[in-house]
C-alpha cells in the first residue's frame, strides 16, 4: 500500500504567486517525521523542510512552509512567492517511527512559468 | 564536510555482469542509505546501515543485491548478474540522527545493455 501519496504529477504556477504542492501519508505510529526534497533537473536531492509529528508548529523554512494537518494525515509544502529557480521535482518523504526507514512518495514536477 | 560522495558517476554494464558501487557518507554521519531512482520516479528504498549493522533491507531486493558496510565509514552496493531493469540512478544518502535530513550523493547511473 503506498504510504506517501503525491496526488499532483505536475503543475504550472505562474512567477511570484505561491504554490501548494500536496502530501498525504499513512502510518499507524504516533512518532513520525515528514520531510520535503527538491530535485532539479541536475539530479541532486536538496532538503527544503522537516516536521515532526509532535511539532506543534508548523515547520517554515525562508519561503517554505509545511502545512501540517495531522488528523487528516497531510503534509502539503507551501512556496511562497515562486521564482523560476522552483522549477524541479519535489519529493515528500515520511520516517515511521519504529525505526530509520525513509521512503519516498513519487514526486510532483513543478514549472514556474515567467 | 565535503559531503556525500559516489563513484563512479557512470557505469554502462553488460547484461550478466556484476557491478560494484562505492559511497563514501559525510564523516561521523552513523546513518547509510541506497536507494534506486528511475525515470520520473521517487526514491526507491534499497536498506540501510547503522554504523556497520545492516538494520533493514527492502524486500523488493532480489538476492542479486547485496550491500556491506564493514567498517561503519564507507558502503558498497553489489548487483551480481545485471538485468536491464537494474537501469537505474543509485543513491547513497546519510544522516547523522534520527531527526536529522538525509544528505544526499550526486548518484551512480548504471545502464544495463
Known amino acids: 500500500a503506498q504510504k506517501i501519496t503525491q496526488t499532483q504529477p505536475g503543475m504550472f504556477v505562474q512567477e511570484k504567486e505561491a504554490v501548494t504542492l500536496d502530501c498525504t501519508y499513512d502510518?499507524?505510529?504516533?512518532?513520525?517525521?515528514l520531510f520535503w526534497y527538491k530535485q532539479p533537473s541536475s539530479g541532486e536531492m536538496i532538503f527544503l523542510i522537516y516536521?515532526?509529528?509532535?511539532?506543534?508548529q508548523n515547520a517554515t523554512e525562508g519561503r517554505y512552509s509545511l502545512n501540517f494537518q495531522k488528523a487528516r494525515k497531510s503534509a502539503n509544502l507551501v512556496i511562497s512567492a515562486s521564482q523560476l529557480g522552483d522549477s524541479a521535482m519535489y519529493f515528500c518523504?515520511?520516517?515511521?517511527?519504529?525505526?530509520?526507514?525513509?521512503?519516498f512518495g513519487k514526486g510532483t514536477r513543478l514549472h514556474i512559468l515567467p | 564536510d565535503t559531503g556525500v560522495s559516489q563513484n563512479p558517476r557512470h557505469k554502462i554494464t553488460k547484461r550478466g555482469q556484476n557491478v560494484t558501487f562505492r559511497c563514501d557518507p559525510i564523516?561521523?554521519?552513523?546513518?547509510l542509505y541506497w536507494y534506486r531512482q528511475t525515470l520520473g520516479q521517487g526514491p526507491e528504498f534499497l536498506t540501510y546501515?547503522?554504523?556497520?549493522?545492516?538494520?533493514?533491507k527492502s524486500r523488493l531486493l532480489s538476492d542479486r543485491f547485496s550491500a556491506e558496510r564493514p567498517k561503519g565509514s564507507f558502503s558498497t552496493l553489489e548487483i551480481q548478474r545485471t538485468e536491464q531493469g537494474d537501469s537505474a540512478m543509485y543513491l547513497c544518502?546519510?544522516?547523522?540522527?534520527?531527526?536529522?535530513?538525509?544528505?544526499f550523493g550526486n548518484g551512480t547511473r548504471l545502464t544495463v545493455t
Open positions: 544518502a546519510s544522516s547523522p540522527h534520527r531527526e536529522t535530513p538525509l544528505h
Open positions: 502510518t499507524s505510529d504516533q512518532s513520525y517525521g
Open positions: 516536521q515532526g509529528s509532535y511539532d506543534e
Open positions: 518523504a515520511m520516517r515511521e517511527g519504529g525505526g530509520d526507514k525513509i521512503i
Open positions: 564523516s561521523e554521519h552513523n546513518r
Open positions: 546501515f547503522q554504523n556497520e549493522a545492516q538494520l533493514e
